[in-house]
C-alpha cells in the first residue's frame, strides 16, 4: 500500500537547520509531484514548497523563500525539506503529500492524493 514516511524532525533553536525526509512506497514516485505542508496547533494546514517529478520545477510560500530547499531523489523514492534560520513561528507539524499531476507545482492540497502521518518540528527562541 502507499506510504509517505517523513522523518527528521525534532527540536531546535531559533537560527539553527533541520533537514526532512519523505520515504515514499506503494506508488510509482517519480510521476508524481510532491510537496511538504505544515499545521500548527489552532491553525490551518499550510503550503510549504512542491517540487516537479523530475525536481525541475519548485514552488514555495513566500514565507519560506530563502531559507527552504526542496529536493527529491528519485533513485531513492525520498523527498527532502532543508530548512535554514528556523524561526519560532516554523513550529508545526510537517507532512509530506504526492500529487499525480507529475508536471503541476501547486499549493491547494485538493490536488494532493497521498499523505504522510507528519514529523514535529519545534522552534525554541
Known amino acids: 500500500q502507499v506510504q509517505l514516511v517523513e522523518s527528521g524532525g525534532g527540536t531546535v533553536q531559533a537560527g539553527e537547520s533541520l533537514r526532512l525526509s519523505c520515504a515514499a512506497s506503494g506508488f510509482v514516485f517519480d510521476t508524481h509531484t510532491m510537496a511538504w505542508f505544515r499545521q500548527a496547533p489552532g491553525k490551518e494546514r499550510e503550503f510549504v514548497a512542491a517540487?516537479?517529478?523530475?525536481?525541475?520545477?519548485?514552488l514555495y510560500a513566500d514565507s519560506m523563500k530563502g531559507r527552504f530547499t526542496i529536493s527529491r531523489d528519485n533513485a531513492k523514492n525520498t523527498v527532502y525539506l532543508q530548512m535554514n534560520s528556523l524561526k519560532p513561528e516554523d513550529t508545526a507539524a510537517y507532512y509530506c503529500a504526492g500529487n499525480p499531476n507529475r508536471y503541476r507545482t501547486t499549493n491547494n492540497p485538493t490536488y494532493y492524493n497521498y499523505w504522510g502521518q507528519g514529523t514535529q518540528v519545534t522552534v525554541s527562541s
Open positions: 517540487v516537479t517529478s523530475s525536481g525541475s520545477k519548485t
